[in-house]
T-cell receptor
């Protein structure tokens, strides 16, 4: 979905390197999310943000940090990348004003490989 | 752990047949459910949703059924086509305020045999 963009789309890095994945959205949504997907598995929530001043840990936040620079931008950092962080990473957004019925819209994903 | 799960991790269906993908949930307080489709190399895309005050909702070639008694959700795809080959995820929102993220199941891979 072009409304949610992620950069880079693919990244190969080495163990110990600091990596930043970026997400931008033009949907005007206040809520943004970062998920990780391993092969054959579902989506695991890393961090989420319900507005610019709000950051919440998800189920697998260890080894990751996030920054909500603006309503439209939410970046994910791996402070010191390790091989088991090799995965697909997805950013998503939703409209908080929708209340309970908050469908999430996903970006195209970033494939990260840590050697 | 997640309350949302799937009965079948893989499903192979002949082109033209109907597909049924199942999902069980354990939180009786869940009020909103969504089915997503994820094609290879792409992010999940919304297919259809249903609120807990409904037991059936239809879209184009898709129907979602909700059985609150047994806490079961299903996605039916009519006249399955090769383009339906993908991984399908169910997701639930069990916050009546909407202030928690969706919880996703592990997914079912649908393979359409031509």
């Amino acid at each position: 979905d072009a409304d949610v963009t992620q950069t880079p789309r693919n990244r190969i890095t080495k163990t110990g390197k600091r990596i930043m994945l970026e997400c931008s959205q033009t949907k005007g949504h206040d809520r943004m999310y970062w998920y990780r997907q391993d092969p054959g598995l579902g989506l695991q929530l890393i961090y989420y943000s319900f507005d610019v001043k709000d950051i919440n840990k998800g189920e697998i936040s260890d080894g990751y940090s996030v920054s909500r620079q603006a309503q439209a931008k939410f970046s994910l950092s791996l402070e010191s990348a390790i091989p088991n962080q090799t995965a697909l990473y997805f950013c998503a957004t939703s409209d908080g004003s929708a209340g309970l019925y908050n469908e999430q819209f996903f970006g195209p994903g970033t494939r990260l490989t840590v050697l | 752990g997640e309350s949302v799960g799937l009965h079948l991790p893989t499903l192979s269906v002949q082109e033209g047949d109907n597909s049924i993908i199942n999902c069980a949930y354990s939180n009786s307080a869940s009020d909103y459910f969504i089915w997503y489709k994820q094609e290879s190399g792409k992010g999940p895309q919304f297919i259809i949703d249903i609120r807990s005050n409904m037991d059936k909702r239809q879209g184009q070639r898709v129907t979602v059924l909700l059985n609150k008694t047994v806490k079961h959700l299903s996605l039916q795809i009519a006249a399955t086509q090769p383009g339906d080959s993908a991984v399908y995820f169910c997701a639930e929102n069990f916050s009546n305020s909407g202030n928690t993220p969706l919880v996703f199941g592990k997914g079912t891979r649908l393979s359409v045999i031509a």
